[in-house]
C-alpha cells in the first residue's frame, strides 16, 4: 500500500501531458537483447502497446509518451552488489525495452548484507550470473541478459544508457569519456556504509519535456484588459497558481477571439488572480468568458562530462543542515579511490591507521585541484568517519540511493523530469552512536564470514545483536511494505529471538506487481501478507516472520490486545489511507512504542517517526479538508470532467448498489421500516421511493426489459433533464443584476438525441442494461447488433418541460430550501411496498464499484455516462486512463520512490534500536524525485501543557487501578473524589470514546442512579456494549476545573481493571 504524502488524505492527481515525439538513440541491439520474454507477452518496443494493467499506477506518474519513450531504451547496469541489484529491480518494474546486467565478480559474505538476490550457496559464483534469472522475474516483458566481459567501446554503443555501480575512478572516467562522445547517458551511483554518491552526465544537450511532473494549471477568466501588456484576471473562486515565466494558452475566449488557441505565451504573475499577457490593444473588445491553461514547454538542459565535473562540481543538496558536506566527500570519495588503488583493498572497518591515511590522500587530492572543487579546509573528522565505515554495505543506503539512481535511469530515457544536475552526496552519520567521540574497535566490527558483515562493519556486532531479537509490527504489505521487508531481512531483523509480525487484509491484483516487487504473476489472487513473508524468507532464511490476514482497527483488539502491543519493540506503517494511520498512532501513543511512519504519492515521499516521550505523534498535524465539489454543480452546473465523473459515480452508486441493499434491507431486516421513518427531511420518501421502484415499477423480467431500463433511464439524464433545466433557465436568461446567468462557472447545456450509431450512446447501454440485469440476477449479453434491434422496439415516452419545478441554483438556496415531507404519499408508499413474504423469492445483488476489472461493465459504464454529460456541457471528454484515476481515486504511484523512502525509514528505524534520546538524531524526510527536491528536518519535539506545576505530552497519562487486588471497584463518585483529592482537580465532564458518563449539567436523577454504580457497570450501560475479556483497561477523557475554577487541560486516565 502506499499513500499520499503532503497531504494525509488521498489527492488525486494525473500527471498526463502531451509532449513531442522524442526520437531514442537508433543504435541497435545486439541479438541477445531482443529475445521474446516468456510467457508469450509481446516484447517491448515500438510495436507494443503498454499494459495499462500491469502499468496503470506508474502511468498516473509518468504518462504515456513517457512510457513509449523507456520502451525503446536498452539499459546497462555494472556491478550487481546491493546497490546495483536494487538499481536494476527498480528499472526492470519501470518497463524499458532491456536490461543488461554486468559484473565480473564473486558473490562473497559482506555483499549478502543488502544483495537480495543472492543467496548463501551462490557464494563464490558471478553476481550478475546470479541475479540475472531472478531479475527477470520481476517483468516478462523486459528481457535481461547477463554479461561478464569486458566493457569495450563497440559493446557499450548498444545502450542508450549506462549505470556504473562499484567501479573504479579510473573505469568511470574511461567510461565517462566514451559515454559523452558517442551520446550515451551516464549515471555513476556509488555507497560507502552510511555514505552515498550519485553523478549524472546525460549530454551537451537534453531536452526535458516536464519539469515537475505536475498537472497543468487552468482557470476561468472574468476580464481581459485592451492594454500593453494586456492583464487577465480570473474569477475570484480560486487562486490561479500560475508563476511567471510560465506559459499559457486561451479557449472559449469571447469577443478577444484573437486569443482562442494562440501560440503559447509567456506571463508575468501580478498577484493571486491576476497575470499580464502580450500587447493587446489592438486586439477586439473582450465580452465574457475563457479558460487559461498552462502550457508545459521543453526545456534544453546541458551537462559537462565526467573528467570536467570532477574540477567544477555542481552539487544537488539533500540535507540543508550540511551544506558543507557535498565538496568534503567529493574529495573525500576521490580519496577512497587513491586508497583502493594503492591497497587494492577499501580502509578497514574503524582503522585509525587507515583513516589517517585516508585525510592525508584527501589533502593530496586537494592540492591537485584546480577548479572550484578545491576546499579552503578539510573536515577531517568527516573524512576519518568515511574511512570507518567506507567497508560497509548497508541495505537502506542501497535502497535510498538506488530509489534516486533508477530514477535517473528513467529520466535519461524519457525527458521526463528534471535530472540531479550533476552529483549528490548523501550521509546518515546519525544513525552511529550518539555519544561525543565513540569509537568502535576494530575487532568489532571486522568480518567475521556471515552475512550481516557489511553492516557489522559499519555499526559493530552488539547492534547486530539486538536487531535480531527485535519484535516488530508492519502493517501493511503493499509497496511499501514489501520494500520493508526486504530491508529487515538484509538487515537481519528478528533473525534470532525476534519476531516480525505483517498484517495484510488485502489479496494480490495484477497492478501491484509493478512495484510490490515481491509477488509474481502467478501470485494474483494469493493473500499479501503470506506472500510477501515466504518470500523475504527466501532472501534470509533466518527472518522470523508470520502473515496475517486482518485488518487493524478496533475489531480486532481482540488479536492485537494488551499481551501484543506490550511484546512489541516498534510498529512500522505501510498504510494506503489516513484513518488506518491515524488508528494505529493512537495505538502506539497509548502503548507508548515507536512508530515509523511513510507515504509515497507519485515521485513524492515522506518519511516520519514518533519516539515515546520524546516527539510529537502522526496525528498530531493535520492537513486541511480537501475541497468538495458543491451538489449544485455536480446536479446542474458542472463545468469539469472532474465533475461529470464524480456524478458518474455517484450514479453508478445511485443505481446499482443502493436501490438493491435498500431493497434486501426492507426485504430482510424487520427493522428497516422503522428506521427508515426516522431519517430527517425528505430521506424517508426517497428512500421509500426507491425501494418501491426497485421492488415494483422498474423490476425486469427480461434481458429486454433491461435493455428498455437503460435507454429511458437515457433519455431522462442526457435529454429531458438538460431541457428542464433549459426550460428553467433559457440560454439567453439574465441574473437580477443583468448579467448573463450562463456564465463564468456556468456552462450551458444543450440535449442529446440517441442514436444507435453512436458508439458512446451504445457503450452507455451496455453497460448500463449489464449492470442492472446483474442486480436482479438476470443473465446480460455482450451483443450490440442485438441490443440495436432490441431498441428499435422500446418505447420512449415524450416529455415536455413543467412550469413550477424548483432547481436549486447554489448549496447555500438547496440548505434552506426546507423539504416539505408529502405524508399521504409515505403512507400511500407504506400499502403499495409489496410485504415480504410475498417476494420473498427474491435476491437481489448490490454491486461495489471495482475499478481494476475491464471486463464487468464498470469502468465501461463510468466513462460513458461521464463523457456523455460532458458532451451536454461542452467539457472536453476524458479517455478510459483518466477516468479510472480520477473516478478511481486512485494514487499514482512508481517503484523508485518507494524504495528511496524506505531506506529512510530504515535509517530511522537503526536509531529506533541503538535507543537514540536527542531530537536531532531523528530526521523526518521529503522529496520530490521529480524536482529533484530533499528536505530532512528534525521531528518536532512533544508539545507540553500545564496544570499546577505538572507539565505534561501526549506520552503522559493518569494511572488509576479501578479494581484493587481482592477490594471492590470504584464507583463514579470514588472516582471523582480520587481527583479532588488527590490532584485537586475538579471533574466537569467524563467520558469514554463516544459515551458521556458524567456531566456537571446532567439531570439530578440521572447522576443519583449513576455515582454508586462501579465504572464499567456505566461504561457499559451507556454505550450498550459488553467488554471484551482482552480488555483489561479503560480510556477516559476528563474536562478538569482547577481550585481556581479555571478550566485545565489534563492527560487521558487509564483504568485499569484486570
Avoid at 567501446?153 to 559515454?179: A, H, K, M
Avoid at 424548483?806 to 426546507?818: C, F, G, M, R, Y
Wanted: proline share 5%; aromatic share 8%.
Amino acid at each position: 500500500m502506499s499513500s499520499s504524502p503532503l497531504s494525509k488524505k488521498r489527492r488525486v492527481s494525473e500527471s498526463e501531458t502531451k509532449t513531442e515525439s522524442h526520437s531514442s538513440s537508433s543504435n541497435c541491439v545486439s541479438s541477445e537483447l531482443s529475445h521474446t520474454p516468456t510467457n508469450g507477452m509481446a516484447r517491448n518496443g515500438n510495436e507494443a502497446d503498454i499494459d495499462e494493467g500491469l502499468y496503470s499506477r506508474q502511468l498516473y506518474v509518468l504518462g504515456h509518451d513517457a512510457m513509449k519513450r523507456m520502451q525503446t531504451s536498452n539499459v546497462l547496469i555494472s556491478g550487481l552488489r546491493g546497490l546495483g541489484v536494487e538499481i536494476a529491480k527498480n528499472v526492470i518494474l519501470g518497463g524499458v525495452r532491456s536490461v543488461t546486467l554486468h559484473d565480473q565478480g564473486l558473490a562473497e559474505w559482506r555483499d549478502l548484507s543488502s544483495q537480495f538476490y543472492l543467496r548463501e550457496d551462490d557464494l563464490g559464483k558471478n553476481r550478475a550470473e546470479v541475479s540475472q534469472p531472478r531479475l527477470a522475474e520481476l517483468n516478462s516483458y523486459v528481457p535481461v541478459v547477463a554479461y561478464t566481459g569486458v566493457l569495450t567501446e563497440d559493446y557499450l554503443s548498444q545502450f542508450q544508457v549506462v549505470v556504473l555501480t562499484n567501479s573504479s575512478l579510473d573505469e568511470q572516467l574511461r567510461i565517462g569519456e566514451l559515454c559523452h562522445g558517442k551520446g550515451i547517458k551516464l549515471i555513476v551511483a556509488d555507497t560507502r556504509g552510511l555514505f552515498g554518491q550519485l553523478f549524472c552526465d546525460f549530454g551537451e544537450e537534453m531536452t526535458v519535456f516536464d519539469t515537475n511532473g505536475e498537472q497543468p494549471l487552468s482557470a476561468m477568466i472574468s476580464m481581459i484588459t485592451k492594454d500593453n501588456p494586456g492583464v487577465v484576471t480570473c474569477l475570484d473562486e480560486s487562486r490561479h497558481g500560475f508563476e511567471s515565466g510560465d506559459y499559457i494558452t486561451f479557449t472559449e475566449v469571447q469577443g478577444m477571439t484573437e486569443l482562442n488557441g494562440c501560440t503559447p505565451m509567456e506571463i508575468k504573475a501580478l498577484g493571486p488572480y491576476t497575470f499580464s499577457i502580450c500587447d493587446t490593444s489592438s486586439f477586439s473588445e473582450y465580452i465574457r468568458g475563457g479558460i487559461v491553461s498552462q502550457v508545459k514547454m521543453p526545456k534544453k538542459i546541458s551537462f559537462k562530462s565526467l573528467p570536467a565535473s570532477l574540477s567544477e562540481p555542481e552539487f544537488l543538496l539533500t540535507d540543508f543542515a550540511k551544506f558543507e558536506r557535498p565538496g568534503q566527500l567529493h574529495l573525500g570519495f576521490q580519496a577512497l579511490h587513491a586508497f583502493e588503488k594503492q591497497h587494492g583493498r577499501v580502509p578497514k572497518p574503524w582503522s585509525q591507521s587507515d583513516a589517517d591515511e585516508l585525510v592525508s590522500l584527501a589533502k593530496e587530492v586537494n592540492a591537485a585541484q584546480s577548479g572550484s572543487a578545491k576546499q579552503e579546509q578539510l573536515d577531517k573528522g568527516l573524512l576519518q568517519k568515511l574511512a570507518y565505515v567506507a567497508a560497509g554495505d548497508l541495505a537502506p543506503v542501497n535502497a535510498f540511493i538506488g530509489g534516486l539512481a533508477a530514477q535517473e535511469v528513467m529520466k535519461a530515457c524519457t525527458g521526463k523530469f528534471m535530472p540531479v544536475m550533476q552529483w549528490l552526496y548523501f550521509d546518515a552519520l546519525e544513525c552511529l552512536s550518539e555519544e561525543e567521540g565513540a569509537l568502535l574497535s576494530e575487532e568489532e566490527c571486522a568480518p567475521r564470514n556471515c552475512r550481516y558483515d557489511g553492516q557489522i562493519a559499519v555499526f559493530g556486532s552488539k547492534l547486530q545483536e539486538l536487531l535480531s531479537k527485535q519484535r516488530y509490527f508492519l502493517v501493511g504489505a503493499g509497496a511499501i511494505g514489501c520494500e520493508l521487508l526486504k530491508n529487515f531481512a538484509m538487515m537481519g531483523l528478528a533473525s534470532g529471538d525476534g519476531e516480525v509480525i505483517v498484517t495484510d487484509m488485502d489479496t494480490i491484483e495484477k497492478s501491484n506487481l509493478n512495484r510490490q516487487f515481491l509477488f509474481r504473476p502467478w501470485d494474483v489472487t494469493k493473500m499479501k501478507s503470506e506472500t510477501a513473508a515466504a518470500a523475504v524468507k527466501q532472501m534470509n532464511p533466518s527472518i522470523r516472520i508470520t502473515g496475517h490476514q486482518n485488518r487493524v482497527g478496533p475489531d480486532t483488539e481482540r488479536v492485537y490486545d494488551d499481551d501484543f502491543f506490550e511484546s512489541l519493540h516498534g510498529v512500522a506503517n505501510a498504510l494506503d489511507n489516513v484513518d488506518a494511520r491515524m488508528y494505529v498512532d493512537r495505538r502506539c501513543v497509548y502503548y507508548r512504542k515507536p512508530l515509523l511512519e511513510s507515504g509515497t504519492l507519485g515521485t513524492k515521499g515522506n518519511v516520519q517517526v514518533v519516539i515515546p516521550f520524546l516527539t510529537e505523534s502522526y496525528s498530531s498535524s493535520q492537513d486541511p479538508p480537501e475541497k468538495s465539489i458543491p451538489i449544485c454543480t455536480l446536479k446542474n452546473f458542472p463545468n469539469a470532467i472532474e465533475h461529470t465523473l464524480q456524478w458518474a459515480r455517484d450514479e453508478f452508486e445511485g443505481l446499482f448498489k443502493q436501490p438493491a441493499e435498500n431493497a434486501m434491507q426492507y426485504l430482510t431486516d424487520p427493522k428497516f421500516m422503522e428506521r427508515t421513518l426516522k431519517l430527517p427531511g425528505a430521506q424517508p420518501l426517497e428512500v421509500l421511493e426507491a425501494v418501491y421502484r426497485t421492488l415494483v415499477t422498474d423490476c425486469p423480467r427480461s434481458w429486454e426489459d433491461c435493455v428498455a431500463w437503460a435507454r429511458n433511464h437515457w433519455q431522462v439524464q442526457y435529454n429531458n433533464n438538460v431541457r428542464q433545466l433549459l426550460h428553467n433557465f433559457p440560454p439567453d436568461q439574465v441574473t437580477s443584476s443583468g448579467a448573463p446567468f450562463w456564465s463564468g462557472p456556468k456552462r450551458c447545456p444543450h440535449p442529446l438525441e440517441f442514436s444507435t450509431d453512436n458508439l458512446l450512446h451504445m457503450d452507455y447501454i451496455m453497460a448500463a442494461a449489464n449492470l442492472f440485469a446483474q442486480t436482479y440476477g438476470l443473465p446480460g449479453s455482450s451483443d450490440r447488433a442485438a441490443v440495436a434491434q432490441i431498441l428499435q422496439e422500446v418505447k420512449v415516452p415524450t416529455f415536455t418541460p413543467r412550469s413550477g419545478v424548483k432547481i436549486h441554483v447554489s448549496d447555500q438556496e438547496l440548505q434552506n430550501a426546507n423539504a416539505s415531507v408529502d405524508d399521504s404519499r409515505l403512507e400511500e408508499l407504506k400499502s403499495l411496498l409489496p410485504t415480504p413474504e410475498t417476494v420473498s423469492q427474491f435476491k437481489l445483488c448490490a454491486i461495489d464499484f471495482e475499478k481494476d476489472d475491464d471486463t464487468n461493465f464498470h469502468m465501461d459504464f463510468i466513462v460513458a455516462a461521464s463523457n456523455l454529460r460532458a458532451e451536454n456541457y461542452d467539457i472536453p471528454p476524458a479517455d478510459r486512463h483518466k477516468s479510472k484515476l480520477i473516478a478511481g481515486k486512485i494514487i499514482p504511484a512508481i517503484a523508485t520512490t518507494t524504495a528511496a523512502v524506505v531506506g529512510l525509514v530504515c535509517l530511522e528505524m537503526l536509531k529506533v534500536v541503538q535507543g537514540h534520546r536527542r531530537l536531532e538524531s531523528y530526521k523526518n524526510g521529503f522529496m520530490n524525485l521529480a524536482l529533484p527536491f530533499f528536505a530532512f528536518s528534525e521531528p518536532i519535539a512533544a508539545p507540553t501543557h500545564k496544570y499546577y506545576e505538572v507539565s505534561w505530552t501526549l506520552w503522559d497519562r493518569f494511572e488509576v487501578t479501578g479494581v484493587p487486588p481482592g477490594g471492590e471497584e470504584m464507583t463514579l463518585r470514588q472516582f471523582l473524589d480520587y481527583f479532588k483529592n488527590e490532584h485537586k482537580l475538579e471533574i466537569t465532564m467524563l467520558s469514554q470514546g463516544v459515551s458521556m458518563l458524567y456531566s456537571f449539567f446532567m439531570p439530578a436523577a440521572k447522576l443519583k442512579e449513576r455515582l454508586d454504580l462501579p465504572m464499567t457497570e456505566i461504561v457499559t450501560k451507556v454505550s450498550k456494549k459488553k467488554l471484551g475479556k482482552h480488555v483489561r483497561a479503560l480510556v477516559f477523557e476528563l474536562c478538569c476545573n482547577d481550585l481556581n475554577d479555571e478550566d485545565v487541560e489534563v492527560p487521558y486516565v487509564q483504568y485499569t481493571i484486570r
